[in-house]
């Protein structure tokens, strides 16, 4: 299953801001992974660098307190806005995207853990989380960057197509590779709710909360 969001594709395929290197490899099997520390005569399909800010200690406690006593998804959402779009800048995506794979993967509650073991805004898988520089999964900050930064090296990966970049997230990069498209009827209707999402979220982002 494929479908089409063409006015997207030019802005996912903006190169990623430059720093600490994360390689996307294929091995001699043709097995596609993502590494900080490439083996020997695997070949690099895409080379991002990171210098994504690292969020003190401060600010890591003030962004849990300020989820407290938001109780509806909107008002979480208020939460993170200046993060988000922090992150989106960095990585060049558009805010919208990452207000919609939020939404769609935790609802904005960034303790939530799935059944699979995802966790945080983002719902980064623990290994994922280390891949992507997040020392803690449930610190709304490192979370948001490391979902947008995922986003990036997978927009990369595939071109700038916005349905496989998605089927990536939700499946695996490797999922998505064995079929040419979408793997599974589930991620199929993950994509779809996310583009839904995208779609709302351009007409009207989340305005950040003000004390």
Known sequence: ?????PALLALLVLPATAAADLYTVVDKNGEVTITTTPRKGARI??????????PAPRAKRAARRATRGATTPSARAQRFATHVRGA??????PQALVWAVMKV???FDPTVVSDKGAQGLMQLMPGTATDMG???AFDPVQNIYGGARFLRILANKFDGDLVL???AYHAGGGAVDRVGGIP???TAEYVRRVLN????YQKQLPVADTP
């Open 184 to 186: 599974y009827q589930q």
């Open 134 to 136: 997040v020392a803690d």
């Open 1 to 5: 299953m494929r479908l089409a969001v």
């Open 105 to 107: 993967e935790s609802g």
């Open 165 to 167: 970049t998605l089927s």
């Open 88 to 93: 989106a800048d960095h990585y060049g995506l």
């Open 197 to 200: 999402a995208y779609y709302a």
């Open 45 to 54: 399909l895409h080379h991002v660098r990171d210098d994504a800010p690292r």
